[in-house]
Structures are given as C-alpha cells and as structure tokens.
C-alpha cells in the first residue's frame, strides 16, 4: 500500500501514521490500468482550472471520532424522547453538520483473526473497550486476556454457552434439516448466539441500539458476524414482510405488551408463516426469578398472560415452554385463526422506511386451503438459493419473471468468476464481511454463498423492493437510504460491492458523501468494486483521490466495447494519531 506518513495531508498528517500490511495487490490481477478521461465528456476533470487541485484532498478526523456512527450518535439522541426509545432510533445530521474528513482507525489496528477464530477472539486495540468485561463477567459475554478480547458464547440466559441453548430450541424448532435459515436477533448484545447459530447455517440478522452497553454491535462484527445498529421503538423495522424464519428475544427487555402489543405486532409482520418466535428471559420462568427480578408474582403472571394473549390473536400457538424458555409458533395461514381482538393493517406492510409503527396485524397473504402455507411454501436451504421464490413465481416483483430470475443468477455466477480473477482472496475469509450496496434480487451474494463469508444484501430505499425476495432465497439484507449514514460502526465491513450505485444516486446526493461513508464503513486494506457507467467512474475515481484508496478501472467482463466498467479500489492501511484536530493544522 505504501507509506503514507508525509504525503502532503497538511502539518498534522505527519500524525496520522500510515504503514505498509498486508499487501492486498499481490492478489490483484488487474490488468492494465484503463484511463478514459480523454475519451469521455467528463467536465468535472477538464474544466477545472490548471492552478487548482483537481479534486479535493480529505484530512483525517479527530481521534474522538474514531467510532462515529453519524445517524446515533449520542449527543444529538440526547435531544430526543426517550418514550418508545425514539432517542435511541435514527437522527442523522442535516446537510450542513455532515463530516467531510475520514474517519480514523485507532492505533494498533490490526486486521481482525480469520473466521472461525473471530468468532472467538477479537483485538483489543480494535475496539478497546473493557466495560462489559466486569459488567457482564458472570454470564460469560466476553473477558480481556493481554492484547485480546475473549467470547466464550455465553449470555444472559445462556452464561454456559450458546451451544446448549440452541441445541433445546432445536429439540422444538427444525434448525437442523434447512427448514430454518433466516433468523432475527433483537437486543443481540455481542452477537453470541447469531455467532453460533452460524455452525447450524442459520443467518441471524443481529441488532441492539448504541447505548451504555459499549460497543456490543461493534463487538458482533468484529466478530464476523451480521448485525447492525438498531431498535424496536416508534418505526419499523428496515425489513420486509415475512423475512425471517425465527426471531428470539433473549431478555431483550423489550416491553411486548405496551403500546397496545405494537413491538410483537412488528416481530409478527417481518416473521414467516409457520415461523417461530422464542422469548427467553422475562416474565418467563416468574416463579424462580420474581425475587431476583424485584416483581410480584402477580404482576409477571398477568404480563406473561397478555403476551399468549396477544401471540394468540396473532395466530401464534405456544409449542413448548419450559425453565427460562418459550417457544411459538407462527400458523401457517389465518384459516384457523382469531383475530378478533386486533385491528388489521391497511397501510403498504413493506413501506417501512422512516414509517411509524401501527397498532395492527400484518393480514397474512391469501390462502386457497387451511394447508397451503401463506406467502408461498419455501424449500428448504440451500435448495432455496437458487429455486424460483414464491414473490416471483407469483408475479409480485415487477419485472421479474422465473425465466429472468434464472437468467440473473447464471449472469452473475460469470461476474462472481470474474471478480475472483481480478482479486484471488474473494471467496476467502479474508473478505468475511460484505456488503452489496444495491443488491437486486440477491443474485451477487447467491453467487458468493460460503461458509466463509456472508453478505448484507442492500436494497436502496429508491430503487425497486426486492428485498423480499432477497430473504425468500435464504439471505439477508436491510432497506437504506445512501444519501444517509448506514447503521453500523466504522470498520466493519471488509469488501463492498457497488454496482451501479452512484448512477443510481447521481442526481438525488452529494456523491462524495456516499463515498465518505464508504470509507468510514471499509476495513483498512478493505477493497470496493464499483460496477457502473464509465462517466459516472470517471467522477468516483477522481473523488477516491483525495481519500487514501488506490483504484483500478477495468473493462467490463464481456469485453472493452460494453460501455459499463469496473472500478477496483484498495483502501490503504493507516491510522489516526496526535495532530488530527483542527486546532493542529493551524
């Protein structure tokens, strides 16, 4: 990558110290380095003039900043309510308070350990917080060992491991067998059960709000494993309808029966017919714990008993309760059901950005008989990965037909091929976190499925919904807007793909805005792909100039006269130091 430490950044870069890793270009096979400046009417290049730089070179932020998370961060939440946790929801920052420098990594930073071992051990100098080593040292969530923080997979109601504990959910659940494959984790803490649900194929989408709990989401990616910042509050939830296969709550403390039953009335419209719903924690098992919980027995059994009240007129069925654990499950259709005491949503139930939560029911798809499964039945995993989802099968995916969905998927096993020509650790774990930031139907991370990596599949809350789509193939993915922060910490993303984002977003944001979070989001030694117009390249490439990433433009994989191309960037490895703030480039 290079050394960076006085490269004309202003005085205070000689602080910022940037040193040559692991070298990720021996692994490029980039071909020559195509230029097409020359050859396309790119007018932010040529205009400009001579005696002024030709793009803008970012400095480097306060060292304060190194775990900026723009839309929670915690002095703007400050000036919200606290009713519903719409404090702890999102608040981005408007036009003028966005940062325009690149986030730091802190000093020590090293690349985190190769999955499996992640799963395990994370560096210290990563995230170097200790609070949740005392805080949470008798449920085994995580212990500090010299330069390493260790996760033993314990939790709250599983201080003895994560192992144990799923394996008497999947004495109930069909973990085993494919059945079930998309999972929701709410209020994660560090992520120990999705990290473990993970030997059982299971994706869990993990999410817990940026609170006292230092750094917990943080914790689960450095981990390696899925997870983002976030909250059941007064909006929904940045998923589709009938997302997930199962959802649990492990003393998430999350209040079922307020607002009416509100919260499970959201777990109920992003959970699949015939899916489950664990609940472990609070009320139950009231009668060992009421003491210890400092309740009365008759204040846990009455909540216990509106919560099967509610799962009922959900049409949920309680299949299995026993110690601090209870199961539900969600009935294949309403042909059966009663639901009598809850009003039914109207409202479009995947129109779910910025949205406020009802007090309803999501209505289940029609049914023909009491056997048919609402929404369509779901083979089991992996054969769901590529077979025709019942969205599209049904015609509810404009433009989507089963011939053109197979079509999709032949078309980027091609480019999944290429991409592993161009750089041979994709597919590795070295790439173990990923992100599409305009997934489609999922066609990139099908292509890329692997043990040894996963990806956050993003539909932009511009483009087409597919996202339902994306979950019916057995993946998982997140509604976002890219002219806004994303919800997740720096650093925890190791390869991003961007196929013709920045087409998509060239006339709605500032473009050096995406990148910036871009940036803020990508692993030192982090690679980008970016598939779109060469002119719309032309503009990113001369952005990424001023931002520390070495880049490469490419012909596309069908050959030099397809007018599309592909950008390869490299960020480079460096970290903050004394000398980032302002008041030291003076």
Request: glycine letters at 8%.
């Amino acid at each position: 990558m290079g050394a960076w430490q006085r490269n004309g950044f202003g005085k205070g870069d000689s602080k910022p110290v940037t040193v040559a890793k692991n070298n990720i270009k021996c692994n490029l096979d980039l071909g020559p380095n195509l230029t097409f400046e020359s050859r396309h009417n790119f007018v932010e290049t040529v205009e400009l003039e001579p005696t002024k730089p030709k793009f803008e070179m970012f400095k480097p932020c306060d060292m304060k900043l190194s775990e900026y998370t723009p839309c929670q961060e915690q002095d703007r939440a400050m000036n919200f309510p606290r009713e519903n946790m719409v404090y702890r929801e999102r608040h981005c920052p408007p036009e003028g308070e966005k940062l325009r420098c690149l986030v730091p990594a802190p000093k020590g930073y090293t690349q985190p350990f190769p999955w499996p071992k992640s799963r395990d051990y994370v560096y210290y100098a990563n995230v170097p917080h200790k609070s949740l080593t005392v805080e949470k040292a008798n449920q085994n969530w995580v212990q500090f060992q010299g330069n390493v923080l260790k996760f033993p997979g314990g939790g709250t109601m599983f201080p003895q491991g994560a192992d144990a504990y799923i394996d008497e959910l999947a004495s109930v659940i069909p973990i085993k067998d494919g059945s079930v494959r998309t999972a929701l984790d709410t209020g994660c803490g560090v992520a120990s059960w999705g990290a473990y649900m993970l030997k059982r194929n299971v994706l869990a989408m993990s999410f817990a709000p940026r609170d006292n709990h230092e750094a917990q989401v943080q914790f689960a990616l450095e981990r390696g494993v899925p997870a983002v910042i976030g909250v059941l509050g007064s909006i929904n939830l940045p998923y589709p309808t009938r997302a997930f296969d199962m959802a649990q709550c492990s003393r998430c403390l999350i209040p079922w029966t307020a607002n009416d039953g509100m919260f499970l009335m959201e777990v109920d419209r992003v959970l699949r017919p015939g899916g489950y719903w664990v609940l472990s924690g609070p009320p139950i098992n009231w009668r060992t714990y009421y003491q210890t919980w400092k309740r009365t027995k008759e204040d846990l059994q009455a909540e216990q008993n509106s919560i099967e009240e509610l799962a009922e007129s959900l049409c949920w069925e309680k299949k299995y309760e026993k110690g601090d654990i209870a199961i539900f499950r969600k009935k294949d259709n309403d042909k059966s059901c009663k639901r009598k005491l809850v009003k039914t949503c109207e409202k479009e139930a995947d129109d779910v950005w910025y949205k406020e939560m009802d007090k309803c029911a999501t209505p289940f798809p029609e049914v023909e008989d009491s056997t048919e499964v609402a929404g369509g039945e779901l083979k089991k995993f992996p054969a769901r990965l590529f077979a025709v989802p019942p969205r599209i099968a049904k015609g509810s995916v404009d433009g989507v037909t089963p011939e053109s969905y197979q079509e999709d998927n032949k078309l980027w096993k091609k480019r999944i091929s290429n991409y592993k020509r161009i750089n041979h650790l994709i597919g590795t774990t070295r790439f173990r976190n990923v992100m599409d930031m305009n997934a489609g139907i999922g066609g990139f991370a099908a292509a890329l499925e692997s043990p040894r990596s996963w990806v956050m599949n993003v539909v932009p809350t511009i483009a087409d919904n597919t996202l339902g789509v994306v979950y019916e193939r057995g993946l998982i993915g997140i509604y976002h807007d890219w002219c806004e922060g994303f919800s997740t910490y720096p650093r925890t993303y190791d390869l991003i793909h961007a196929s013709e984002v920045f087409s998509l977003y060239e006339y709605k944001c500032n473009l050096e805005d995406i990148l910036l979070e871009m940036d803020r989001i990508l692993r030192p030694e982090g690679v980008v792909i970016f598939r779109d117009a060469v002119d719309v390249l032309n503009k990113v490439k001369l952005i990424t100039k001023g931002m520390r990433w070495d880049t490469k433009m490419m012909d596309h994989e069908d050959g030099p006269f397809v007018p599309k191309k592909i950008l390869v960037a490299t960020k480079q490895y460096w970290v903050g130091g004394e000398g980032n703030s302002p008041s030291n480039d003076e």
